[in-house]
C-alpha cells in the first residue's frame, strides 16, 4: 500500500453539528460546519472502498461544540471549503487500524 494522499471528496467527507439526537448530522457548507466526519483513509485503501471502512470524525474549536461531546479532542478549522480545508494538530485514530495523519488543502495525508 502507498497511503498516499486521499482527497476529502473520494472519503466521502461531509461538513458536520452536532444532532440533538447524538452523532452529527450534515450542514452544506463549512461556515455553519462545527466538524467534519470522512472515511479512514488507511481502511478505505486496505478494503478498496467504503465496505468495512470506519468514519472519523473532528470537531472544531472555538465554534461551539460542547466540551461533553465525543470525541473530546477538538482540531483548529483552516480554508472555506472542503478543498481548502485544513486541520490542525494532525489525527491519530485511538481504535482500530489506529491512523495517524493531517487534512491539508482537502486532502487526507498519512503521518
Same mark, same amino acid.
Given at each position: %500500500?502507498? /497511503?498516499?494522499?486521499? +482527497?476529502?471528496?473520494?472519503? #466521502?467527507?461531509? $461538513?458536520? @453539528?452536532?444532532?440533538? +439526537?447524538?452523532?452529527?448530522?450534515? @450542514?452544506?457548507?463549512?461556515?455553519?460546519?462545527?466538524?467534519?466526519? $470522512?472515511? #479512514?483513509?488507511? #481502511?478505505?485503501? &486496505?478494503? =478498496?472502498?467504503?465496505? =468495512?471502512? &470506519?468514519?472519523?470524525? *473532528?470537531?472544531?474549536? =472555538? @465554534?461551539?461544540?460542547?466540551? %461533553?461531546?465525543?470525541?473530546?479532542?477538538?482540531? +483548529? *478549522?483552516? =480554508?472555506?471549503? %472542503?478543498?481548502?480545508?485544513?486541520?490542525?494538530?494532525?489525527?491519530?485514530?485511538?481504535?482500530? #487500524?489506529?491512523? /495517524?495523519?493531517? @487534512?491539508?488543502?482537502?486532502?487526507?495525508?498519512?503521518?
Amino acid at each position: %500500500m502507498t /497511503h498516499a494522499p486521499t +482527497k476529502l471528496e473520494i472519503l #466521502c467527507a461531509r $461538513f458536520v @453539528v452536532p444532532s440533538a +439526537k447524538g452523532g452529527w448530522r450534515e @450542514v452544506e457548507t463549512r461556515a455553519e460546519a462545527q466538524g467534519i466526519w $470522512f472515511l #479512514c483513509p488507511l #481502511c478505505f485503501e &486496505h478494503h =478498496g472502498g467504503d465496505v =468495512g471502512t &470506519h468514519g472519523i470524525l *473532528a470537531w472544531f474549536v =472555538g @465554534v461551539g461544540v460542547r466540551e %461533553m461531546v465525543e470525541p473530546t479532542t477538538r482540531w +483548529k *478549522a483552516f =480554508g472555506l471549503s %472542503m478543498e481548502e480545508l485544513s486541520l490542525s494538530p494532525s489525527i491519530r485514530t485511538q481504535n482500530g #487500524c489506529k491512523w /495517524h495523519g493531517w @487534512v491539508r488543502s482537502g486532502e487526507a495525508v498519512p503521518a
